[in-house]
């Protein structure tokens, strides 16, 4: 009954490592979209969409659990949002 039980686990090992492959690939092609998405706005130097790109980039490093990367796109996003807001003549809240 234990070899069964065994023998029955042993291809759910298999699929776990295979799942875990498909998650990185999958992180990775959103991670490259995102990120070709913001060289895009960057070469048409359009600052809403180099904004609003930036934060996609993060949020797919954060989803990927690559916090550093997420951290550097985060302050790419701070700069990039400065920068539209600046150019729109806006000026950032004051902290409560």
């Known amino acids: 009954m234990r070899s069964l039980v065994l023998f ?5 090992a298999g699929c776990a490592q295979v799942a875990e492959g498909q998650r990185q690939n999958l992180n990775n ?8 998405g913001y060289e895009t706005a960057r070469r048409k130097a359009d600052p809403m ?3 609003v790109k930036a934060k996609l980039v993060a949020i797919a490093y954060e989803d990927a659990k690559d916090f550093t ?6 302050s790419k996003e701070r700069e990039d949002c400065s ?3 600046a150019a729109y003549g806006v000026t950032e809240p004051a902290d409560r």
């Open 8 to 12: 029955a686990l042993l291809p759910l």
């Open 29 to 36: 092609m959103r991670i490259q979209d995102a990120v070709s």
């Open 49 to 51: 969409d180099m904004c």
């Open 69 to 74: 990367n997420a951290q550097a796109w985060k």
């Open 83 to 85: 920068a539209l807001m």
